[in-house]
């Protein structure tokens, strides 16, 4: 007592520490007109701009394929085999540096993204520049270095400002940008193919793409917000409620890294399903991306009509992958939506390996609209799905990278079977194709049913959960007797 009376402003300060402390405890409540004005300047801030990231980083790695159609394998005088080592050292790099991914909980986004642009950027103009396969290799080795963090990274960054079940539509739309990059890259190609001057169209056409990349890394460097509680477009209040928002629903605090979450979410057999979802989807992904322009070429187009009638193909996807969202979010489906997809794409597949006869283009171009329409739905939805159903960042963040990273790796299988010499029905390529898509269907329904399964066991024991019921699962998980899969 007597340091006390020696120190008047003792007791003011113990008291004014325990408020302090019972106020950080307190549960801020945030009404339902708050959260969706919170959401709606998330949706007007920060999903164009990650969305627009999106579209370069994908014209700047699928813009290769255009390049061939124009005549850069030939010019550099390259063997299918050499080609095939142009486009996995792109792959290679971009497998190997997933794990930089992390970074993102490390670095602040607005400093690290605006940095990968600029670096991402300048290898892909300088693609254009390449003389022989070791230049040209070496550019698209540097741009996967640069580009794995931001595309298995950006997911993530999402699902820092959406609840889980927020999250499909703003992820789906976020994925769905690939094939509207390709359609850009498509329509770009045919507009830039038709230029005649001293530079090769091939040359132009990887300089003028690259360009923008560069060009809007000041933008995200300052307008990117970190996180919530950064965003200076929001108030202070605002900013309050969306760290608070975020910390209830199904949802836990953001944190450093929880090993032992981590290395469960690495064995857990849900990602390891979403895994193979991936890598099978990937294989469409990257080779429809690296291939596409060539084998409508096959068909009997010419290269710059080649180039135009991949954009109608790439936009319908867009919007196939957006209505994928809507439905999945709407009737929460995700495993059937992914499922009937992937149905469409082994359709297209199937059609493309079975028809050769050149009299029948229409019926081989109708395949290539449904296989395209089919397999970026599906590969959206399915990463969607996985950060749904991880209950812990340290989960989620285990799930994306092995998805990233073991995903990734059928871009090396699809890079080697659509060679030069299989044209003009690249039998090989889309058989395999079709396998994998058909494949995709029995694990999305197996998928499906046994987390189906799960909640309604959980339903008989627990009781049923509502939609809006707010619950902490940050010390049990996914074993919280409230937690429900979305299926």
Not at 82 to 90: A, Y
Not at 361 to 372: D, E, K, S
């Amino acid at each position: 007592m007597a340091a006390m009376e020696d120190k008047p402003g003792a007791i003011e300060e113990v008291e004014s520490a325990k408020d302090l402390a019972d106020a950080n405890t307190t549960t801020i409540q945030v009404t339902k007109s708050q959260e969706t004005c919170i959401r709606k300047a998330f949706d007007r801030r920060v999903v164009p701009l990650v969305c627009t990231l999106y579209v370069l980083s994908y014209i700047d790695r699928g813009n290769i394929g255009n390049a061939k159609t124009a005549g850069a394998q030939d010019d550099l005088g390259l063997s299918s085999a050499q080609w095939t080592w142009v486009l996995n050292s792109f792959y290679i790099c971009y497998v190997l540096f997933e794990w930089t991914t992390i970074l993102w909980k490390i670095l602040p986004a607005h400093i690290y993204v605006a940095i990968l642009c600029v670096c991402w950027g300048t290898c892909a103009m300088c693609a254009g520049a390449a003389q022989n396969m070791a230049g040209l290799a070496a550019c698209r080795a540097l741009l996967g270095i640069f580009e794995a963090s931001f595309g298995a990274g950006a997911p993530y960054y999402l699902s820092l400002f959406y609840q889980r079940r927020e999250l499909a539509f703003r992820t789906s739309l976020l994925l769905g940008m690939s094939p509207l990059a390709n359609c850009f890259a498509g329509a770009l190609a045919y507009g830039i193919t038709h230029i005649r001057n001293s530079i090769a169209p091939w040359r132009l056409l990887l300089l003028v793409e690259g360009a923008p990349t560069i060009l809007i890394a000041p933008v995200i460097y300052f307008l990117l917000p970190d996180s919530p509680d950064t965003a200076k477009f929001l108030t202070q209040e605002q900013r309050t409620h969306a760290v608070e928002r975020m910390q209830t629903r199904d949802r836990t605090k953001k944190t450093a890294i929880h090993w032992n979450q981590f290395f469960a979410g690495v064995k857990d057999y849900r990602n390891l399903t979403h895994t193979l979802i991936h890598f099978m989807c990937n294989y469409s992904f990257a080779g429809l991306s690296n291939f596409l322009p060539t084998i409508v070429n096959a068909m009997g187009y010419s290269s710059i009509n080649a180039q135009g009638l991949t954009a109608p193909v790439y936009f319908t996807a867009f919007l196939c992958c957006v209505a994928a969202a809507l439905i999945s979010d709407r009737y929460q489906k995700r495993g059937l939506v992914i499922a009937i997809s992937a149905t469409v794409g082994a359709i297209g597949y199937l059609l493309l390996a079975i028809v050769e006869d050149m009299e029948k283009t229409n019926i081989r171009y109708l395949g290539v609209w449904l296989a395209v329409c089919g397999i970026f739905p599906a590969l959206c939805i399915n990463i969607t799905w996985l950060l749904n159903n991880n209950s812990s960042e340290s989960k989620r963040g285990a799930g994306l990278a092995i998805l990233a990273i073991f995903g990734q790796c059928s871009s090396f299988l699809s890079s080697a079977v659509f060679p030069k010499e299989d044209a003009p029905f690249f039998v090989k390529g889309c058989a395999i194709g079709c396998g994998f898509t058909g494949s995709i269907v029995i694990m999305a329904l197996g998928l499906y049913f046994r987390m189906r399964a799960i909640n309604k066991s959980r339903d008989q024991i627990y009781g049923p959960v509502g939609d809006t019921e707010q619950i902490d699962v940050t010390d049990l998980g996914e074993k919280h007797p409230s937690f429900r899969y979305l299926l």
